[in-house]
């Protein structure tokens, strides 16, 4: 229907007298095309003949609906910390580890602060010395409980071994 709508569109325009404004007439393009800002948009048809449509996000301008920042800075213990204690998503995070060995850091489904409990959320984050791990995601990692993580010194989902104070720094995002 489409195809017919831009052919009888073609045809009304070579119709019209020539002191008229009329279409532009050309190649139809089927590939997907790409434009710039302030750049005109063509009409085009997709492989099926239909008429391509195009939609732009445009980002927000305001500073207010975005996602809430927990800032990571682990204490000497291995005591885990409610990030969120209600159902929530994260979509980032930036962890750091400062120290000379392995840190690990797990996220707990959990309203409370749970420190060697399982079920882990995802298992560990392995965090070698001096590198960073960093996340992010569109759809974020849904807490249906809440979101509470524990960061320790050694692997295994019940681990209770203390960090060093500072061990782990950087931050995640949240929802």
Not at 79 to 88: D, F
Not at 135 to 160: E, K, P, R, V
């Amino acid at each position: 229907m489409n195809r017919l709508l831009v052919s009888a569109a073609l045809l009304l325009a070579s119709a019209a007298p020539s002191h008229a404004q009329s279409l532009v007439t050309g190649k139809v393009q089927t590939g997907t095309p790409s434009y710039i800002n302030d750049q005109n948009v063509p009409l085009s048809l997709d492989a099926s003949g239909n008429l391509r449509t195009m939609s732009v996000a445009v980002p927000s301008q305001v500073a207010t609906g975005g996602l809430s920042v927990y800032r990571v800075m682990n204490a000497a213990n291995a005591t885990a910390v409610a990030i969120k204690a209600s159902p929530g998503r994260v979509y980032s995070f930036n962890l750091c580890n400062n120290a000379n060995a392995a840190r690990y850091v797990r996220f707990y489904n959990a309203t409370t602060a749970t420190t060697g409990t399982t079920p882990v959320y995802a298992g560990a984050i392995t965090l070698s010395s001096g590198t960073c791990q960093q996340y992010t995601t569109n759809f974020g990692l849904t807490f249906s409980a809440g979101i509470s993580m524990a960061i320790t010194a050694a692997n295994g989902d019940a681990d209770t071994t203390a960090p060093l104070a500072g061990d782990v720094s950087g931050f995640i995002g949240f929802l």
